[in-house]
């Protein structure tokens, strides 16, 4: 059995145990049909987020100084154009995957393997397209909201194309375990510590965090799909970039 299987296996055992011991209360969102279901990892999550990935977060954000820490986030910034040039390409922008395509190739090489964002400063804009939006352009709904264990909020959508970013990602394609497995965590690592002071936001804004993580994210993604002609929150939630805090 390889690693990514018993992954997998593992998510799918906590799932339906979850699955299993939720019920649902109260007036339904119709939005989210799984609320009971989503609760409960939910709460798994969030339970995983404080004992493991916010205690590394913060050890990584102390011991990491900031110029590496910057440059860690724009590495892997730079692999993410390159989905995100595909993505454009796939919903007939050309002008944006160009856009995608030159930031990749300038910060690739003038910016030593993504280390320096040197296309932000040459005006050449990020875009930053999945495969989710891709299908919500051509006009695939949402579908109910899902709460993934481990990955976080998401819905029917979303998890689909969770399946082509994966294969448009260029870590996906690193040959050793070790690297590619190191990549990943490394990376899961740096978003969450710069998601450390959006999380302090969280916790003194929303009296109940599920339904405000939800509602922002469903908003959030449908603004993405329209290409920002949708309402803005980000001001509102005091977030940088579209970014909620928590399970994400």
């Given at each position: 059995m390889t690693k990514m299987q018993m992954v997998w296996r593992v998510l799918l055992?906590?799932?339906?145990?979850?699955?299993?011991?939720?019920?649902t209360t109260g007036e339904r969102d119709p939005r989210d049909p799984l609320e009971g279901f989503n609760r409960g990892v939910y709460k798994f999550n969030d339970g995983l987020d404080r004992a493991v990935m916010t205690p590394l977060a913060k050890g990584y954000q102390a011991i990491t100084p900031d110029p590496v820490d910057r440059g860690v986030t724009n590495f892997f910034g730079n692999l993410a154009d390159v989905g995100s040039a595909v993505n454009n390409l796939l919903q007939l922008?050309?002008?944006r995957a160009a856009s995608d395509v030159g930031r990749v190739v300038v910060n690739t090489t003038i910016g030593i393997f993504g280390l320096f964002d040197?296309?932000?400063?040459?005006?050449?804009?990020?875009?930053?397209?999945?495969?989710?939006?891709?299908?919500?352009?051509?006009?695939?709904?949402?579908?109910?909201?899902?709460?993934?264990?481990?990955?976080?909020?998401?819905?029917?959508?979303?998890?689909?194309?969770?399946?082509?970013?994966?294969?448009?990602?260029?870590?996906?394609?690193?040959?050793?375990?070790?690297?590619?497995?190191?990549?990943?965590?490394?990376?899961?690592?740096?978003k969450r510590a710069d998601l450390l002071s959006a999380t302090n936001v969280l916790e003194e804004a929303a009296l109940d965090k599920y339904s405000f993580t939800r509602d922002a994210y469903l908003q959030r993604r449908a603004n993405l799909v329209k290409d920002g002609e949708g309402e803005e929150l980000d001001d509102e939630a005091g977030l940088e970039d579209g970014e909620i805090p928590e399970n994400w």
């Open positions: 055992a906590g799932m339906m145990a979850l699955m299993v011991g939720c019920a922008k050309l002008a040197v296309a932000s400063h040459m005006k050449l804009e990020k875009y930053g397209e999945d495969f989710g939006q891709t299908l919500g352009y051509w006009g695939i709904g949402s579908g109910p909201y899902i709460v993934l264990p481990i990955l976080g909020p998401s819905s029917l959508r979303d998890t689909v194309g969770l399946v082509g970013d994966w294969y448009l990602d260029p870590v996906t394609y690193v040959d050793d375990d070790e690297w590619r497995w190191g990549l990943r965590i490394l990376k899961a690592i740096d």
